[in-house]
């Protein structure tokens, strides 16, 4: 009906001929696309093989998008981050404490000259079909209804270059509590950065796709989360993004949950002409019996959502974050695939 593109995350790629057998599992198990996930750490020490193992699932049929995974901390995921190791300063503040984080503070010049130097290398020299960003947020978020973080009242990042940039912005020292104009300072940096990327991106290899994918989280009248992009009409309305996207949900939620994310993703995507993407836990947790994540796929197909992936090859296997049943419930993804493509 709808799905056109599926795929996984694949991560710790590091020899482009044990990569091939499992691109060609992949393609097995229905995928038509792959998210290379790369840590700091690969993008600097493994470098001349992400250009060989992504030109490997080019060559086999795979659209690949590259995921600047867990990069500052400001991306999700679990990778450390070099830029963190190698730099004291440049961290996310918490409002209430004055403590740094771990977290890099994406608004300084430091971070942004250092990511902007990633998303470079890595649009010059890898072909790739995009790239995807990843759960970016600020530490510290709110986070109900989210199998990422607790809830919480502090906030980030009020760093010395935050608290600056406020002020010429607004005239008044930025307060320590979240004001509207908080809120509207956060959200409109935290988009800047990764729409100067894109931009960046488009002029090197001008038909890459850039997927945004922010965390699934309610956001309505009553409870408004503070990663800094969760006002999902502000983030559609970059130019630079392409597809709409909105991540994993726990299987312990229920169906009306899934409903409701995946129908607020769609009608903000078709609205500003974005794809729509939803994503399906694929490692950690599963539902009790199996076949759910077929109902899952089937109503996302059903519901207009155009890709569809899963975090992440072989159901997370081998990791401490693996499903209980991690390789049946790869296989079940699987199937799930070959059957909305079948459509
Ligand atoms: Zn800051």
Redesign the pocket.
Known sequence: MSVKETGVSYYGLSYPEHAEKDFREMINHNCNAVILALSEFDIDFWFPNIIRVASVAKDLGLKVYLDTWGIGKWFGGEPPSNFLTNNVKNR??SAFTDEALPAA?F??RAFRDYFFGICEKLARNVDADGFFWDEPHYALPKSYASITGGPGDDW????P??QRLFEERYGYAMPRVMTKEVIAFREDNALDILKTASEMIKSIRPASKIVCCVHATINTYYVKENRGYDDWEKVCKVDAFDVFSTTILNYSLPLSYFKSITQRTVDVAKKYGKGSQRWLMDYYNEPENLDDIKKIVHLYDEMGVESLFGWTYRGGYGTSLAAPRALEMWDVLGEAYGEVLGN
């Open positions: 996310q503040v503070c608004n300084t980030s990042c009020r760093c270059v935050c």
